[in-house]
């Protein structure tokens, strides 16, 4: 089995979910989290001129649900506060609404002519601590 590093999405499942064409085979397990991006432009040192390597453009992040041989689910783990207001409730409950914490989707856009920033079959993926 090799080390898992790089791969790329096969597949969107829908706004939350991915599949990621790394799988047991290439040592994925439960849980491990990925980074979703494009590489942008390459960065030099100003001093020396050294290439220190190409920007990442974060897309967004997942983490694996379910493992095959050779790929794997992974779905969006970060998540974005959702204030919820209700009409019926007091107005302190307006003025200071319950907040819940949602997942946020990932920026999907299946037109492959569309904002460099969204997610499309193809773009980059590599393991994550």
Not at 3 to 29: H, R
Not at 71 to 85: F, L, P
Not at 102 to 129: N, Q
């Amino acid at each position: 089995m090799t080390e898992p590093s790089k791969g790329k999405v096969a597949k969107i499942v829908d706004n939350y979910t991915i599949v990621i064409n790394l799988g047991k085979n290439n040592g994925v397990k439960m849980n491990m989290k990925f980074v979703i991006y494009d590489e942008g432009e390459m960065i030099k040192d100003p001093e020396t001129n050294e290439e220190l390597g190409k920007l990442e453009l974060v897309k967004g992040r997942v983490e694996v649900t379910n493992v095959q041989e050779k790929m794997c689910v992974a779905e969006t783990y970060e998540t974005e506060e959702e204030r919820i207001y209700n009409p019926l409730e007091s107005i302190s409950e307006y003025l200071y609404p319950k907040s819940i914490h949602v997942k946020k989707p990932l920026p999907i856009e299946r037109d492959v002519e569309s904002e460099p920033l969204k997610v499309h079959v193809g773009d980059l993926v590599r393991s994550i601590e």
